[in-house]
Structures are given as structure tokens and as C-alpha cells.
């Protein structure tokens, strides 16, 4: 149960995103039109937007001199507090070294700098308050790189006039703005005279299985800035722009605009699960039964430990590899007829790769040992040939996964091959792997169990590959079995007398020590 509610059969894959947006919505202010191109400014991210929501504006300033706005650093009452040349990182301008008046009330230092200086008066409420009736399309497309797979939130039955809502259009991706603040739990008044950062969130969580396939956009909405700060810290957002333009008498003048508002940061998060096993994502239906894929499931996921398991095996998953064929067959499914005989899915087949095995075989004096002949019991003429054999070597098998043959069509066995007789007969070859696994194996432990079993591994590897996954569910042919068990039941003891006599042999050319008493 836990393996599919806590979905540990899938694997996870992180998102891709791009987003673009479109900010609409027209106001007036002071008689002045302001429409998109006025109140936004683009991101150089891409993934998010600043709508202006206050304004403080300087107009017909020029290159002058002029009384500092007052401040702590800047009230004078002589000229001895200013000094000539100073610029403060707060200032406006370069200190001339005079006190001036600056109105009724207070007197500061004098600057050279654009003027007449900004006043540091944010307007109350925000002269573009309205703006929280305008709307933003999010179009946002993201991509899933390992699987392929890619989706956007804006759907074919996409309505243009649609709204978002939490409740009835929870997947139309039209908002509006003051309803995503109200979302995070902000007043658009308040947040507008000042500005700040909001965060829209952007969740994915695709289930990619085909039987219970969900991937859509789930949005959230919270405030990213601290609204909590000391005014030495510059609350709100802000930034400054100027508009230059030539006078009547050809002095060159601006208009000093700074502009508060809310930038919009559209944040999306998303993974895709999908199921990792093969087996499960292209034979569902199959691998759903409690034992089906079950043991190829358990080689995938778990580390097998010493100890009762409470597995069942799998029964109905099988590999066979036929000499005439390049790819291996699964087969996951009960039988009703032999196995030779019975369809099933190809696979692309790996390389034996056991290079010691190879130097083994091209080089056997390497290691002083001789190789010699393999003697086997001829087929008894009165054993009949079942009908799925088609090599003509098959003996008959009650069971159907053992009425296997080494060929899909008629034709040569390939126990008649130099290869299978040199990587899977040899009985000094198999002696070699034993004691390769187990360097204090002593040789005359070795009963001819062991040498069927380690002969039948070698065949596994050398037909099936190197997959460990695929091993341990593969067949051995009913031709190729009887081949082995035939030519070391017959053969085990001339197999240890042959290692004792070589063991005698290597002791006699290894150079005596010198003793010391």
C-alpha cells in the first residue's frame, strides 16, 4: 500500500519554465492618459513586471544652484556647517559652502545640482491607485527535458474574458491586480503609495501515468518585501527616471519623475512523476497483480540484505535469447503453451564484457593449465525430438518455461560451437571463475553441483549481457542444459584430478627458498 500512496514506484523530474506577460488597463490622472506603456516597466528576468502606482514629480528642473531639501545633514543656520565641494550619498547636488534659505521655516546648505530639488513628500493616497482594477495575462510554458514532455497553462478552451478566481475559474490565467494582493492578504491602497514586491506562484505537480494522468497550474499569491522596515532602510520600491527636453531660451531642462509600484515576481515550481519501472509504465494492466513484475520491481528499488523475505517470486517474467536473433524476448505472461513457442516484447541485448574471461580463453597456458577435450554422452536414438526443438538436441521437458530451444528456426545447435565449448564447457575455465570469486576455494571441494551452476551463469552472461536485472529472470535452452549437466556429471572427477595433477605440476617450477637455522 505504501508503495502506491506515497508513489515510490515513480521518479521524479524537475520543471523547465518560461513566462510572459501582458499588463492591461487605462487611467486618468490629472488630465494626463496613463495606459500600459506609461505605468509599466519590463524586467530584464522576464519573469516579472512593475506597475507604477505613485508618482513624484519635478518639473522644468535645470542645471543650477539651489537650497538643499532639509534634512538632518543638510539644515544649516551659518555657513561654516556646509562645506565647499561635499557631496552626500542622499544629496542632491555639491555643496557651494552657503547657508540659504530654503522657506519660512529652515535654512540648508546650498548645492549645485538640478533644480529646484525634489521634494521628498510621498503623495497620499497614490495618485495611481486606480491601477488595481488593471489585469495581467501570465502566459507561462514549461517542460519536463527528460521526459519529454512540455504544457502550458493556457488551454485550448481558454476564454479571453475570463477572470481569475480562486473558487470558480481556479485555471484561468487572466488576474487581477488587486485581487492578488488581496490573495496574500494585502490592501492595494496601502501597498500602492509606498510600493513593494508580491510573488505570484506558479505550482505543478504533474502525474504523468497514463491511468491517472493530472498536470495542471495551481496559483498562490504572497508578499516578498518586508514591510516592517525602518525608513533609513528605503521601505516600498522605487526607482527614478528623467524626461529632457530643450527650453524656450535653449537651456536644457527635464522633468525628474519618481516612480513607486509593485513589481510582480511570477515564481513556478513543478515536478513530474512518472513511473520507473518498464515494466509498470508499458504493462500496467500486467504488473498490477500482487506477483507480476514483482521481482524485477524488487531488483530495481531494494538492496537485497541477509534474512526471510516476505516477496513472492515472480513467476511469469522470463528473458530467453535465441542463437539465430539478435535481441532478447521478455516474456511476462503465464504460459499456456512452451516457452519456445510463446510471443512476447524485444529488448536490445548487452555485450559480455568479462575481459578476464576472454584472456582466459584466447591465453589458457597463462596460467599453466592444459586444455582438454570435453567428452559428452551421445543423444540416444531412441529419444525423440519434442516439436518445438529446433536444433534436433532438445530432450523433452514437462514443464513449459524448460521447453526451451537455442534456436528460433532450424538449424545448427550452438553446444556445436567452438565458443560454447571453450566459455561454458571447459571445465578448467569454470575451475578458474570458482576460485577468480573465491581465491581459498580448495579444488577438491568443487562437486559437479557447482560446475553446472557456474557453467549455466557463464552461458547467461555470454547469450544475455551484462544487465543484472535482466540475469536473473533469464533461461537457459533444454539443449544447452543437457549439454552441461551430461559433461560434468560424467567428468568431475577427471576435472579435480586434472587441477591436482596441475597443482603438483606449478608447485615443481616454483624456485626453492634458501633456509636459515
Known amino acids: 500500500a505504501i508503495l502506491f500512496t506515497e508513489k515510490r514506484y515513480q521518479k521524479k523530474e524537475p520543471v523547465i519554465s518560461s513566462v510572459h506577460t501582458k499588463v492591461k488597463g487605462v487611467l486618468e490622472v490629472d488630465s494626463s492618459i496613463w495606459d500600459p506603456a506609461e505605468y509599466t516597466v519590463p524586467s530584464p528576468g522576464g519573469s516579472s513586471f512593475f506597475v507604477v502606482t505613485n508618482i513624484v514629480k519635478t518639473e522644468n528642473q535645470k542645471e543650477d544652484i539651489c537650497a538643499e531639501y532639509p534634512s538632518r545633514k543638510t539644515i544649516c543656520s551659518q555657513d561654516s556647517i556646509c562645506k565647499k565641494g561635499h557631496a552626500d550619498t542622499h544629496s542632491n547636488g555639491i555643496q557651494t559652502g552657503r547657508c540659504v534659505k530654503y522657506n519660512n521655516t529652515h535654512k540648508t546648505c546650498e548645492v549645485r545640482a538640478w533644480c529646484p530639488v525634489e521634494s521628498k513628500t510621498t503623495p497620499e493616497p497614490a495618485i495611481l491607485a486606480s491601477a488595481e482594477n488593471f489585469t495581467v495575462l501570465i502566459k507561462n510554458t514549461i517542460h519536463f527535458a527528460a521526459l519529454g514532455y512540455t504544457r502550458k497553462n493556457i488551454l485550448p478552451e481558454y476564454n479571453v474574458s475570463c477572470k481569475y478566481n480562486k473558487v470558480t475559474a481556479p485555471r484561468c490565467p487572466i488576474f487581477r491586480l488587486g485581487d492578488i494582493l488581496s490573495a496574500a492578504g494585502e490592501k492595494f491602497s496601502q501597498v500602492a503609495i509606498l510600493g513593494g514586491i508580491m510573488g505570484i506562484e506558479i505550482n505543478w505537480n504533474c502525474d504523468l501515468d497514463p491511468w491517472a494522468f493530472s498536470c495542471h497550474p495551481q496559483y498562490s499569491f504572497r508578499r516578498l518585501d518586508d514591510k516592517a522596515v525602518d525608513e533609513s532602510l528605503f521601505p516600498g520600491l522605487s526607482f527614478r527616471f528623467a524626461r529632457h527636453y530643450k527650453a524656450q531660451d535653449q537651456t536644457e531642462r527635464r522633468t525628474l519623475i519618481k516612480a513607486n509600484g509593485i513589481r510582480f515576481d511570477i515564481q513556478v515550481y513543478g515536478t513530474a512523476t512518472v513511473v520507473i519501472d518498464f515494466l509498470i509504465s508499458q504493462y500496467y494492466k500486467g504488473c498490477c497483480s500482487p506477483n507480476s513484475g514483482q521481482r524485477y520491481y524488487d531488483e530495481q528499488k531494494y538492496k537485497e540484505i541477509q534474512g526471510p523475505s516476505i516477496l513472492t517470486s515472480c513467476l511469469d517474467l522470463m528473458f530467453v535469447s535465441f542463437v539465430d536473433q539478435d535481441d532478447i524476448i521478455l516474456i511476462d505472461k503465464k504460459l499456456r503453451r512452451s516457452l519456445q513457442e510463446t510471443k512476447g516484447h524485444k ?86 571463475i570458482l576460485q577468480y570469486n573465491d581465491p581459498l576455494l580448495n579444488t577438491h571441494s568443487i562437486v559437479s553441483e557447482k560446475l553446472v551452476k557456474c557453467a549455466e551463469e557463464q552461458y547467461i552472461q555470454w547469450r544475455f549481457g551484462s544487465n543484472k536485472d535482466i540475469l536473473a529472470f533469464s533461461k537457459v535452452p533444454s539443449c544447452c542444459k543437457f549439454e552441461i549437466r551430461n559433461a560434468f556429471d560424467s567428468n568431475i572427477q577427471e576435472t579435480l584430478l586434472h587441477a591436482k595433477e596441475q597443482s603438483a605440476s606449478d608447485a615443481s617450477q616454483t624456485p626453492l627458498l634458501k633456509q636459515h637455522h
Request: charged share 30%; hydrophobic share 35%; net charge positive.
Open 347 to 432: 529488448i536490445k541485448r548487452g555485450a559480455f564484457t568479462s575481459r578476464e574471461i576472454f584472456r582466459r580463453i584466447e591465453d589458457p597456458g597463462a596460467i599453466g593449465i592444459e586444455l582438454l577435450p570435453v567428452t559428452t554422452k551421445a543423444l540416444s536414438k531412441a529419444s525423440a525430438i519434442p516439436a518445438w526443438c529446433q536444433c534436433l538436441k532438445c530432450h523433452k521437458e514437462k514443464e513449459f518455461e524448460n521447453q526451451l530451444c537455442c534456436r528460433s528456426k532450424k538449424g545448427e545447435c550452438i553446444t556445436n560451437s567452438d565458443m560454447f565449448k571453450k566459455l561454458v564447457l571447459d571445465r578448467h575455465t569454470l575451475v578458474y
